[in-house]
């Protein structure tokens, strides 16, 4: 069982910066991949970075060079650093991760873009 705990959310202006962490329990962590995705009001949900074990890193290509994530596997934590927001990046942000065919979320947390 994995549960996910997601902070660091809220409202910045256009242009700020947030940085996001996903708190993970269980065991493994450093094993397995953590996933951030978004959903917008209205919207899917829709996938934005990846970290897979070894640290390599995938983007959704609308936030490559904006968006930085990052693992710190002695604390079983994932971040989302998120640079020059804009607007259109209000969202709920979670955290996924998978243990076979199971999928676990976060909660989420809200992002607002707004000035």
């Known amino acids: 069982q994995v549960q996910l705990v997601e902070s660091g959310g809220g409202l910045v202006q256009p242009g700020g910066s947030l940085r996001l962490s996903c708190a993970a329990s269980g065991s493994g962590f450093s094993l397995y991949t953590m996933d951030w995705y978004r959903q917008a009001p209205g919207k899917q949900r829709e996938w934005v970075a990846s970290?897979?074990?070894?640290?390599?890193?995938f983007y959704e290509n609308s936030v490559k060079g904006l968006f930085t994530i990052s693992r710190d596997n002695a604390n079983n934590t994932v971040y989302l650093q998120m640079n020059r927001l804009e607007p259109e990046e209000t969202a709920v942000y979670y955290c996924?991760?998978?243990?076979?065919?199971?999928?676990?979320w976060g909660q989420g947390t809200q992002v607002t873009v707004s000035s």
């Open positions: 996924k991760t998978s243990r076979g065919i199971q999928n676990y």
């Open positions: 970290i897979n074990s070894g640290g390599t890193t």
